[in-house]
């Protein structure tokens, strides 16, 4: 099984809302990841977790705020976003962090439209 | 840092075409080199990657991949398009303590 799922598929949120995304995995990877992907470009790395730990944010707002409950999930607390912040936001898992011989494997998205 | 350079923004091709899309990478160490496709409304998928050993990779459906170490290249090939291969094709490179990097992205369309 090399599913990542995430839920919602969609989400509509206006700008004082608190939300909550959610992706989940059971290939016992121990390295997930959060994603922003505008239409028509790249994904943008926003956290990283290793071993249930954060290792990585890359500049990302406090308006986001990651989770890893355990190994399996990986959670993305929202509130009070902006209209800009509406994109696709991708959740992905690999064996371990990045560097080592380890490929990604990608959910399908949750589109977030703030207004 | 690493950057990832992806030549064509639009590619447009009849069935039965070859395809050639470049891939270049800016890093002078030791990369895993992997390129994933976006159909319409769908997720990301792998379709090769390369970590060492033969520099020619296959992937799925058909395609492959060439790793030229002298020209920092991995360009991704087909012999023969189909109108299903329409998508978004993205490069991208992790090195060791870094994380993955994508290009910017290659739309592909392909008339049936």
């Known amino acids: 099984d090399t599913e990542v799922t995430q839920t919602p598929k969609h989400l509509v949120m206006g700008m004082t809302n608190k939300k909550s995304l959610k992706c989940e995995q059971h290939?016992?990877?121990?390295?997930m990841y959060w994603y922003k992907q505008k239409a028509k470009k790249p994904p943008e790395l926003m956290f990283v977790y290793s071993y249930e730990k954060l290792s990585i944010n890359e500049s990302v707002p406090s308006r986001f705020s990651p989770e890893c409950p355990n190994s399996s999930l990986l959670n993305l607390h929202l509130h009070a976003l902006q209209p800009e912040d509406s994109a696709l936001y991708l959740c992905?898992?690999?064996?371990?962090?990045?560097?080592?011989?380890?490929?990604?494997?990608f959910g399908p998205g949750t589109r977030l439209t703030v207004t | 840092a690493q950057s990832v350079s992806q030549h064509n923004h639009h590619v447009i091709l009849s069935e039965a075409a070859s395809l050639e899309l470049g891939c270049n990478y800016s890093y002078g160490g030791t990369v895993n080199l992997f390129w994933y496709v976006q159909y319409p409304g769908q997720h990301l998928q792998l379709l090769l990657k390369y970590f060492s050993g033969d520099p020619l990779v296959k992937g799925i459906k058909g395609f492959e991949a060439e790793f030229i170490k002298s020209k920092f290249s991995f360009n991704l090939r087909k012999p023969s398009v189909q109108w299903s291969d329409t998508a978004e094709y993205f490069c991208?490179?992790?090195?060791?303590?870094?994380?993955?990097?994508f290009g910017p992205g290659t739309r592909l369309s392909v008339l049936p």
């Open positions: 290939m016992g990877h121990r390295a």
């Open positions: 991208a490179v992790n090195a060791r303590g870094q994380n993955f990097v």
């Open positions: 992905a898992s690999s064996q371990d962090v990045a560097g080592g011989t380890y490929e990604q494997y």
